[in-house]
């Protein structure tokens, strides 16, 4: 079996399977379903691959993200799951800490918000002994909105070397068209691949860039309620 999968077997089929230690750029546009995307991911490395997942939301409070797996009755791990918390606290709600939620101050915080991934990767891989593990970081675009790019480089590089040391799995999203090429190539340095989104005449599509010996064709791809259905391809 292959180190990591995505879980959308078409893409799976194609690039055979994600190294370990991979760092990897999910980058589309607003609406086109990023967010169901890497949750699909998530529960399918959580609940089928039984890799421990952390994930860092700058968008949705912790308490969003498990109700969402709990109405589309997807049942998490949590055992697996830990999730670093950047909204509640800048939204002035009561944010209290448990075995799958730590709270990070803001998505301005990086130093705490690393802190907090470091206590999960410790958890996970030394006192519960799994060995393999997915960070995800939804979204840089809001960190960079509060950070220059060179402190975003420094934190990230930070991580995609802790994921390419323990033989882990990054995923990072980043909303394209909203920031210069410049900022979108500097980060490019750090990953080994993409996870490249494009909207086109109402219709959503997906490929994977890097990951293999050449990116894999563009596959029309539909989100139906927590699945994410591939229906064609380009």
Same mark, same amino acid.
């Given at each position: 079996?292959?180190?990591?999968?995505?879980?959308?077997?078409?893409?799976?089929?194609?690039?055979?399977?994600?190294?370990?230690?991979?760092?990897?750029?999910?980058?589309?546009?607003?609406?086109?379903?990023?967010?169901?995307?890497?949750?699909?991911? !998530? #529960?399918?490395?959580?609940?089928?691959?039984?890799?421990?997942?952390?994930?860092? +939301?700058? *968008?949705?409070? /912790? $308490?969003?993200?498990?109700?969402?797996?709990?109405?589309?009755?997807?049942?998490?791990?949590?055992?697996?799951?830990?999730?670093?918390?950047?909204?509640?606290?800048?939204?002035?709600?009561?944010?209290?800490?448990?075995?799958?939620?730590?709270?990070?101050?803001?998505?301005?915080?990086?130093?705490?918000?690393?802190?907090?991934?470091?206590?999960?990767?410790?958890?996970?891989?030394?006192?519960?002994?799994?060995?393999?593990?997915?960070?995800?970081?939804?979204?840089?675009?809001?960190?960079? !909105? #509060?950070?220059?790019?060179?402190?975003?480089?420094?934190?990230?590089?930070?991580? +995609?070397? *802790?994921?390419? /040391? $323990?033989?882990?799995?990054?995923?990072?999203?980043?909303?394209?068209?909203?920031?210069?090429?410049?900022?979108?190539?500097?980060l490019k340095q750090l990953f080994d691949g993409m996870i490249?989104i494009k909207s086109e005449d109402d219709k959503n599509f997906?490929?994977?860039?890097?990951?293999?010996?050449?990116?894999?064709?563009?596959?029309?791809?539909?989100?139906?309620?927590?699945?994410?259905?591939?229906?064609?391809?380009?």
């Amino acid at each position: 079996m292959s180190d990591y999968t995505l879980g959308i077997k078409e893409l799976d089929a194609v690039i055979g399977g994600i190294k370990k230690g991979s760092n990897i750029m999910l980058i589309g546009p607003p609406m086109s379903g990023k967010e169901v995307i890497l949750y699909y991911i !998530m #529960y399918y490395g959580a609940a089928k691959n039984e890799n421990a997942v952390i994930t860092v +939301t700058t *968008r949705e409070s /912790a $308490t969003n993200i498990l109700e969402w797996f709990k109405e589309h009755k997807l049942a998490l791990p949590l055992a697996r799951v830990g999730i670093v918390d950047c909204v509640t606290k800048t939204l002035g709600g009561a944010a209290a800490e448990n075995e799958n939620i730590k709270i990070a101050s803001s998505p301005v915080d990086l130093t705490g918000i690393g802190v907090k991934i470091s206590q999960f990767f410790e958890e996970y891989y030394m006192k519960k002994n799994i060995k393999k593990t997915q960070l995800h970081i939804n979204s840089l675009s809001t960190i960079l !909105m #509060y950070s220059n790019i060179q402190t975003v480089f420094r934190f990230l590089h930070v991580f +995609t070397g *802790r994921i390419k /040391a $323990t033989g882990a799995l990054g995923i990072y999203t980043i909303e394209s068209g909203m920031h210069d090429e410049q900022s979108i190539a500097t980060l490019k340095q750090l990953f080994d691949g993409m996870i490249e989104i494009k909207s086109e005449d109402d219709k959503n599509f997906i490929r994977v860039v890097g990951l293999s010996p050449k990116p894999t064709p563009w596959f029309e791809y539909e989100i139906e309620g927590a699945n994410v259905k591939i229906v064609g391809r380009k």
